[in-house]
């Protein structure tokens, strides 16, 4: 095997001072001034004298508006900006500094568990970094362009749920019930709805009786019909959600309390698993690890996924793989739809039409796992022709010392954020030493 490296390797942490790629030359008079902008081909700047405060110094204005950077960055939360709650040092900077310069840039997370005002409300205060929801995307946001049809342009087979029967789950699936409310979903059950309508779905004492206590509400009748299944983010309670999605898999079209005949049956494809109806079920994040608050990376909601999917291939013998839709990073459904975020709020922080503006060349990918923010942009065809760069940083999921090298190989592994962000701007020309 070829040996790694990394086209890039940069230390630790980067300091320094930005200059615009037309550091001035100090003229001896305003007409010397003027021949030599000339010579640069930069005719349109203004020498101008200012002589308030002893020997005349002349300097040039630039009056055209700034030609937008080709660039932008698409930053990770987790292992990233953030230890959970806790600022990544340098963090701050790196998003100061883009602000200042009019870099766009979009918060990509396979986060979830808060609408996204909440969410960027807590992260403002946490960064000390004025945020928007304009250019912010969790696991979960895409899932709202279901609300009203199929997600962006890739066909799915369920157009428009906003009156039809979703399960939502995830670690507080009331919450997460009232975040698809916010997206447009007007029928939102939670297994806690299910289990406080039939207690006998579930033989055990129930680990969360006082939430589950606490937030269910009746069902819309006993056993109605579920149209679609989402896990908005890592569930809590496995055992009881893993049951009550595989019992609704199981069922015929989707109605509760009822079991498909096809199942199992031979004679059908698949054994006639998913073969009757049953609703389609959407994981909105694939991270098997993330990097939280403690040293060792933890299971996120893929480790959920992967159980559920084990317990169903015991249930089916083996017989049908597990039909669903995971979104998140690495999945292009998810990148296509940051994609689209990010020009939008490019557009509007330039005050102009999309259309008006030259694509962007490189988006920089910051990342921490390589499962999911390296290759996700590696793998990502633009439909625009952007190409989406790859950057790993040490401060996450992804250490040397634990995984050797990445399974996905970024453009350039760097300290942290602060240094990627310092090399693509030294990439793109703009001397980064302020960082
Ligand atoms: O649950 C969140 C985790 O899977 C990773 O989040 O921000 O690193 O994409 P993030
Ligand atoms: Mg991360």
New binding site residues.
């Given amino acids: 095997m070829r040996a790694f490296r990394p086209r890039t390797v940069i230390g630790r942490a980067a300091s320094a001072r930005i200059q615009r790629p037309h550091p001035l030359p100090t003229p001896s008079s305003p007409v010397q001034a003027a021949s030599s902008l000339r010579q640069r081909g930069a005719s349109h700047l203004w020498p101008s004298l200012s002589c308030a405060s002893g020997p005349c110094r002349s300097y040039s204005i630039d009056r055209r508006p700034p030609k937008p950077p080709p660039f932008a960055f698409a930053f990770?939360?987790?292992?990233?900006?953030?230890h959970v709650a806790k600022p990544i040092p340098g963090a701050t900077q790196a998003l100061q500094y883009l602000q200042k310069h009019n870099i766009p840039f979009i918060?990509?997370?396979?986060?979830?568990?808060k609408h996204e005002t909440e969410r960027v409300a807590d992260l403002s205060s946490r960064l000390g970094v004025p945020l928007t929801t304009d250019n912010f995307v969790q696991?979960h946001t895409p899932f709202r362009e279901l609300v009203h049809g199929s997600l962006g342009d890739i066909d799915i087979d369920v157009k428009g749920l906003k009156d039809k029967n979703i399960l939502v789950t995830g670690s507080d699936a009331s919450k997460c019930r009232r975040i698809a409310e916010q997206y447009g979903f007007r029928h939102v059950i939670t297994p806690a709805d299910i289990l406080a309508a039939h207690p006998d779905v579930w033989p055990f004492e129930p680990l969360m009786k006082e939430v589950y206590a606490a937030t269910a509400r009746p069902l819309p009748d006993s056993n109605p019909k579920i149209d679609a299944i989402f896990v908005f983010?890592?569930p809590r309670d496995w055992a009881l959600d893993i049951q009550i999605i595989l019992d609704l898999l199981q069922s015929k079209e989707g109605v509760l309390g009822t079991y498909s005949p096809k199942n199992g049956r031979a004679d059908l494809e698949g054994h006639g698993w998913q073969a009757d109806g049953q609703p389609p079920l959407y994981f909105s994040?694939p991270?098997l690890?993330?990097?939280?608050a403690y040293h060792l990376p933890r299971f996120?909601?893929?480790a959920f996924q992967a159980a559920l999917a084990g317990v169903w291939h015991e249930v089916t013998g083996g017989k049908a793989p597990l039909k669903r839709t995971v979104i998140?990073?690495p999945h292009a459904r998810t990148y296509a739809f940051a994609e689209r975020v990010l020009n939008a709020h490019r557009a509007a922080v330039l005050g102009k039409d999309e259309k008006e503006i030259h694509p962007l060349r490189n988006v920089y990918m910051v990342?921490?796992?390589p499962a999911?923010?390296i290759r996700g942009a590696n793998e990502y065809e633009s439909p625009l022709g952007t190409k989406w760069t790859s950057v790993l940083v040490r401060t996450?999921?992804w250490d040397p010392e634990r995984g050797g090298e990445p399974a996905y190989e970024p453009k350039a592994i760097v300290g942290d954020v602060r240094g990627a962000v310092a090399w693509a701007l030294e990439r793109e020309g703009w001397d980064a030493r302020w960082m």
Avoid at 107 to 113: I, K, M, Q
Avoid at 289 to 292: F, I, K, M, T
């Fill in positions: 990770d939360i987790d292992g990233v900006l953030l918060l990509l997370t396979n986060g979830g568990g696991s983010n890592d994040n991270d690890l993330w990097s939280a996120g909601q893929g998140g990073k990342g921490d796992n999911s923010d996450g999921v």
